[in-house]
């Protein structure tokens, strides 16, 4: 439980006063559920005199005392729930702060993380450490803590009473404590286990569920509903029998508690009836006493049962987080001075592979210089390396040899985000947010607010904008999930809009008219070219007829260039 303290320190500071507050209630809260206790054997005792003196002038005096000691009893447990319910309040309520605090922690960590780090993992997976994982930690942090702690204060409160009453049968009683919590221990290994291959599981059927609806219209398209039916009750067969396993474990935990409890009242029945009637325990309220402070702990001891359950899970969890944590981004900005980007590029023997299992590189010494204000051909055949270049200037790689320079500069030496705040980027998947066609436009801005009139500048340029109009709501259309209620060139065209608005100095096409007309094509280039007079274009395609008056061509087989020309323009 170190490690989960020490992962969760930094957001118990945060909130010390709040936590500190609600720890002092529950001390209070306790104290309030101590108070009432004595008078119950009191009133057990005054019960009995009055019995065995029934015809004695006393009476009254009894009767007296007894109203006392029974409106004590009803009277505190009431003022004691009030105190609970703002323990509970502070505490969890705490809890979903720091819920809160640790999720936007993790996302904006995910956000710093390279483009390789979502190449070697599921998106399914990092959704389930987002909530699931993030989920059991809160947890342990509230309701885990709060009822541990309220056990642990109870505990001694009890214990320091048990002993004022009677050491001996006090001894009796706490006996199989230590007993209990050996076999807790014990059991919390195998809880331990259980726990991280259900929380596994669970992200493994994520990703299954993520892939399937992402591919849904494919899975349709080729009949396979049937195959990913059966897979999906296969794996949720094995996460069901995963559970059952874990389940196990916890009903066996509790039933282990409720047995030790269970003996700490036969003991206290036994040894107590056994001193009472040998006149060693001369009042009958005192077992009775004792039985109701037994009797107080049961319920912590089984929600213990479900602590422990919970704080296991809970430390998977963070060891789940931590993994990614962890991990540090191998795109590192280390300048943080804002220099101005005029757009010219330099490749220098670059030289790149993804990942260490493709026994070819990716590009193989490429070396080219495109000046400021030029348009770039890149063309080649399909996996030639295109791609890379236009990632490569982007920064979303670095190379694993040579050199890419901006206006003379090292790349890997300016401002990241200075840079891409530059950099106008079309990627081949025209990725569409769940959102608004206005909020899709609008994102690629690089300013705070950003008006109307900008964004449906740039559908214009993008040839896109009448086609908004015609929808219902406009610019206001919500659009389906990945862009579903768009056709393939609405969504390019929006995505060129997106890269549009922020007017950049370099510029990047990624095969992004695949999915348009030629005579749309060549409308947009010309509007482009015609706007961003000083931007540095990048058009990587297959088909670069739609193109005209480009500065620089450039040909890829392999990996290297085959082909490159200059054009006189080019200077």
């Avoid at 790349?411 to 206005?438: A, H, T």
């Amino acid at each position: 439980m170190n490690s989960l303290f020490a992962f969760s320190k930094k957001y118990y500071l945060r909130y010390k006063l709040r936590l500190c507050l609600g720890f002092l209630l529950i001390l209070i809260s306790n104290i309030l559920t101590i108070l009432p206790i004595p008078y119950i054997g009191k009133s057990i005792n005054a019960i009995k005199d009055l019995i065995v003196n029934f015809s004695s002038t006393s009476n009254p005096f009894f009767l007296k005392e007894i109203f006392i000691y029974t409106s004590i009893i009803l009277i505190i447990p009431v003022v004691g729930s009030f105190v609970k319910y703002y323990m509970r309040q502070c505490i969890i309520t705490t809890s979903r702060m720091i819920e809160f605090d640790m999720k936007n922690d993790i996302f904006s960590h995910y956000q710093k993380l390279s483009l390789s780090f979502y190449k070697e993992n599921s998106t399914g997976d990092l959704m389930n450490r987002l909530t699931e994982d993030v989920s059991f930690i809160r947890q342990y942090i509230g309701p885990g803590i709060m009822y541990f702690v309220n056990l642990i204060v109870l505990f001694f409160m009890v214990f320091i009473q048990m002993l004022r009453l009677d050491k001996v049968l006090t001894f009796y009683i706490i006996l199989p404590i230590p007993i209990l919590f050996i076999f807790v221990y014990n059991v919390s290994i195998f809880i331990t286990r259980k726990s991280k291959d259900v929380q596994d599981h669970q992200s493994f059927i994520c990703s299954f569920i993520q892939d399937t609806f992402s591919g849904i219209h494919i899975i349709k398209s080729f009949v396979a509903e049937s195959f990913f039916q059966k897979k999906h009750n296969k794996i949720i067969s094995e996460f069901h029998k995963k559970n059952i396993e874990l389940i196990k474990v916890n009903t066996i935990l509790s039933s282990i508690i409720i047995f030790f409890i269970g003996t700490s009242q036969f003991l206290i029945l036994f040894f107590g009836g056994m001193g009472y009637f040998k006149g060693e325990i001369k009042e009958i309220g005192t077992i009775a006493e004792l039985f109701t402070y037994i009797n107080i702990l049961i319920f912590p001891f089984i929600v213990f049962g479900w602590v422990v359950s919970i704080a296991e899970r809970a430390k998977v969890s963070q060891m789940r987080i931590c993994e990614f944590l962890k991990k540090k981004p191998t795109i590192l900005n280390e300048n943080l001075i804002d220099k101005k980007i005029s757009g010219k590029i330099q490749f220098k023997n670059v030289s790149f592979i993804y990942g260490n299992n493709n026994k070819n590189k990716t590009i193989n010494k490429i070396s080219f210089t495109l000046m400021k204000g030029k348009t770039l051909v890149l063309t080649g055949e399909t996996g030639s390396g295109k791609t890379t270049i236009g990632r490569l200037i982007s920064r979303l790689y670095d190379p694993d040899q040579g050199e890419v320079l901006i206006d003379n500069y090292s790349l890997k030496k300016l401002n990241l985000y200075k840079f891409r705040k530059n950099i106008g980027y079309v990627p081949q998947e025209s990725f569409i947010f769940s959102d608004s066609i206005y909020n899709n436009i609008a994102v690629g801005s690089t300013e705070k607010f950003v008006t109307s009139h900008k964004v449906h500048e740039a559908a214009k340029k993008a040839m896109i904008a009448g086609e908004i109009l015609n929808f219902k709501n406009g610019y206001k259309t919500i659009i389906g999930e990945k862009g579903f209620s768009l056709s393939g060139g609405q969504k390019q065209r929006i995505c060129i809009a997106r890269a549009l608005i922020r007017n950049p100095k370099i510029l990047i096409f990624d095969d992004s008219f695949s999915s348009i007309d030629q005579k749309t094509r060549k409308s947009i280039i010309y509007c482009v070219k015609k706007c961003l007079r000083k931007s540095t274009i990048i058009i990587i395609t297959h088909d670069f007829s739609y193109v005209s008056n480009f500065d620089l061509f450039i040909m890829l087989k392999n990996g290297k260039i085959s082909k490159i020309k200059y054009y006189k323009s080019h200077n």
